[in-house]
């Protein structure tokens, strides 16, 4: 099955037809970095990356490239703030250094992969200039007292992305002080150097780019002039995207085919942002939750869709990834000498797994790909009741589930005991189990208290106790 795959750009489901034969190449816009990363910025670098996965699992080779923005007014201000005795070019070089080591911290700790490429807008200040440079040559730019601007009038389609005409963008558009554009729409390429704050050399004047071009440039100069995805969320198709479009296509170039948007982690339906000051940061729910939780209940919800966050939902995810390693632990202890292997289980396990890739298919549809988990998890459990069930059966659905939930990037934090450790495990619960008969509690908490450091959680049920791993 064709993957299929929503278009901002043409606001309909598309086929996917890569450019090159069995490649793909895909660029998303990255940090700003002058903070430690929240689970918003967490969901969109998690959903591009389980993207990016799905075509990997279907055998495409992508290359992914993910930009830093390391040179903005927030960097700036927040440079001036914890650096206040520092020169701000040392000071800015230091916040942006810091918070990318902290936002590479927490994406691998969520098991998110590196990107292949990781271009820096202070990597490509003369590659922007030469292509500002362009735009002036081709009349869509304009150099005004130190600034450099893009005429949005010469922009072919302007709007298209965000479905907005010119006659919409001007209601309420104004220049604000300081500016020296001629139109209200127009936006800034180059800005004018302020005194004391990081510049280059330019043919203006001294001074720094603005923020669009640079994903513009470097998209261009590692992905070539058209590549296959460009992603991001749904707060950067306007302004950001938009002008990217513009700029692009300003200089002669195409840009991506398709424009992939995920939806906004909110808050009580407010958008979470730092510049509100309603946000959780990824190290806060790592400090009570796993990796694996907080991804289930991203794909919980299609990746276009708004997600609110709330700890009462993040419990509850918590008990829906128990699930699996609940399981997990059953399949480590299922009787490994019963050899005998059910056909009509197998091919229900591998049907399941048609049935995941029907989903992803469908413009990556990660929640009707979760059910389809979750489904093979009751039909593994109640199949290892039956009389036919083997341990080829389990082995089976264990490589399954464990195959699709990668593609998910979960189960990175899976834990098995090999059958020996088991035995052990069982040896000790036996322990325990005689010195409860015999009324000897101080001895059972013992045992049970020393299988918790290990990893082992005991459940106490009316005829047995049962244990799986934390």
Same mark, same amino acid.
């Not at 500002?132 to 304009?142: G, N, P």
């Not at 139109?183 to 669009?212: I, Q, V």
């Not at 019963?338 to 396990?349: H, V």
């Not at 015999?438 to 459940?459: H, P």
């Given at each position: 099955?064709?993957?299929?795959?929503?278009?901002?750009?043409?606001?309909?489901?598309?086929?996917?037809?890569?450019?090159?034969?069995?490649?793909?190449?895909?660029?998303?816009?990255?940090?700003?970095?002058?903070?430690?990363?929240?689970?918003?910025?967490?969901?969109?670098?998690?959903?591009?990356?389980?993207?990016?996965?799905?075509?990997?699992?279907?055998?495409?080779?992508?290359?992914?490239?993910?930009?830093?923005?390391?040179?903005?007014?927030?960097?700036?201000?927040?440079?001036?703030?914890?650096?206040?005795?520092?020169?701000?070019?040392?000071?800015?070089?230091?916040?942006?250094?810091?918070?990318?080591?902290?936002?590479?911290?927490?994406?691998?700790?969520? *098991?998110?992969?590196?990107?292949?490429?990781?271009?820096?807008?202070?990597?490509?200040?003369?590659?922007?200039?030469?292509?500002?440079?362009?735009?002036?040559?081709?009349?869509?730019?304009?150099?005004?007292?130190?600034?450099?601007?893009?005429?949005?009038?010469?922009?072919?389609?302007?709007?298209?992305?965000?479905?907005? *005409?010119?006659?919409?963008?001007?209601?309420?558009?104004?220049?604000?002080?300081?500016?020296?554009?001629?139109?209200?729409?127009?936006?800034?390429?180059?800005?004018?150097?302020?005194?004391?704050?990081?510049?280059?050399?330019?043919?203006?004047?001294?001074?720094?780019?603005?923020?669009?071009?640079?994903?513009?440039?470097?998209?261009?100069?590692?992905?070539?002039?058209?590549?296959?995805?460009?992603?991001?969320?749904?707060?950067?198709?306007?302004?950001?995207?938009?002008?990217?479009?513009?700029?692009?296509?300003?200089?002669?170039?195409?840009?991506?085919?398709?424009?992939?948007?995920?939806?906004?982690?909110?808050?009580?339906?407010?958008?979470?942002?730092?510049?509100?000051?309603?946000?959780?940061?990824?190290?806060?729910?790592?400090?009570?939750?796993?990796?694996?939780?907080?991804?289930?209940?991203?794909?919980?919800?299609?990746?276009?869709?708004?997600?609110?966050?709330?700890?009462?939902?993040?419990?509850?995810?918590?008990?829906?990834?128990?699930?699996?390693?609940?399981?997990?632990?059953?399949?480590?202890?299922?009787?490994? *000498?019963?050899?005998?292997?059910?056909?009509?289980?197998?091919?229900?396990?591998?049907?399941?797994?048609?049935?995941?890739?029907?989903?992803?298919?469908?413009?990556?549809?990660?929640?009707?790909?979760?059910?389809?988990?979750?489904?093979?998890?009751?039909?593994?459990?109640?199949?290892?009741?039956?009389?036919?069930?083997?341990?080829?059966?389990?082995?089976?659905?264990?490589?399954?589930?464990?195959?699709?939930?990668?593609?998910?990037?979960?189960?990175?934090?899976?834990?098995?005991?090999?059958?020996?450790?088991?035995?052990?495990?069982?040896?000790?619960?036996?322990?325990?189990?005689?010195?409860?008969?015999?009324?000897?509690?101080?001895?059972?908490?013992?045992?049970?208290?020393?299988?918790?450091?290990? *990893?082992?959680?005991?459940?106490?049920?009316?005829?047995?106790?049962?244990?799986?791993?934390?």
């Amino acid at each position: 099955m064709t993957i299929k795959i929503y278009n901002t750009l043409t606001r309909k489901k598309e086929d996917f037809k890569p450019i090159q034969k069995n490649k793909v190449s895909m660029y998303v816009c990255g940090p700003t970095v002058y903070g430690d990363p929240h689970i918003g910025h967490a969901r969109s670098a998690y959903i591009f990356d389980v993207i990016r996965r799905y075509f990997e699992y279907k055998r495409y080779k992508v290359t992914f490239v993910r930009n830093v923005t390391d040179v903005d007014d927030k960097i700036i201000n927040k440079a001036k703030e914890e650096f206040k005795e520092e020169d701000l070019n040392n000071a800015v070089k230091k916040v942006s250094n810091k918070y990318l080591k902290s936002y590479h911290k927490y994406m691998e700790a969520l *098991g998110i992969k590196q990107p292949d490429k990781e271009p820096k807008a202070t990597e490509y200040i003369e590659k922007m200039k030469s292509f500002i440079s362009v735009l002036i040559k081709r009349e869509v730019a304009y150099e005004s007292e130190g600034d450099v601007y893009f005429n949005v009038r010469k922009a072919k389609d302007y709007g298209k992305l965000s479905n907005q *005409g010119l006659e919409m963008l001007e209601t309420g558009a104004r220049i604000s002080p300081g500016e020296n554009k001629k139109d209200p729409l127009d936006f800034a390429l180059w800005k004018k150097a302020k005194e004391g704050e990081p510049s280059w050399p330019s043919p203006w004047g001294p001074g720094r780019p603005g923020w669009h071009i640079e994903c513009s440039v470097m998209s261009s100069d590692i992905l070539g002039d058209e590549f296959d995805i460009h992603g991001g969320g749904m707060d950067l198709i306007f302004p950001h995207h938009e002008n990217e479009i513009a700029q692009s296509e300003g200089a002669g170039k195409k840009s991506a085919h398709y424009w992939i948007h995920n939806g906004l982690l909110t808050i009580d339906k407010e958008k979470m942002a730092k510049s509100l000051g309603n946000f959780v940061t990824v190290d806060e729910v790592l400090g009570k939750y796993s990796a694996d939780v907080l991804k289930i209940l991203f794909l919980q919800s299609h990746y276009s869709k708004p997600v609110d966050f709330s700890w009462e939902r993040m419990d509850e995810a918590k008990k829906a990834k128990e699930r699996f390693y609940i399981l997990f632990d059953k399949i480590v202890k299922f009787p490994k *000498g019963k050899y005998n292997e059910d056909s009509n289980i197998n091919s229900r396990i591998d049907d399941l797994g048609v049935r995941f890739e029907e989903a992803m298919d469908d413009d990556f549809n990660t929640a009707e790909a979760l059910a389809v988990l979750f489904e093979l998890v009751t039909y593994i459990n109640k199949s290892m009741m039956d009389e036919g069930c083997g341990f080829a059966n389990v082995k089976h659905a264990e490589q399954t589930l464990y195959e699709l939930g990668t593609v998910l990037g979960l189960f990175s934090g899976k834990r098995t005991f090999p059958v020996k450790m088991a035995k052990e495990i069982e040896d000790l619960i036996d322990q325990r189990n005689k010195a409860r008969e015999k009324k000897d509690f101080k001895t059972a908490d013992r045992i049970r208290e020393e299988l918790n450091k290990a *990893g082992v959680i005991l459940e106490d049920q009316k005829d047995e106790t049962t244990w799986r791993l934390k």
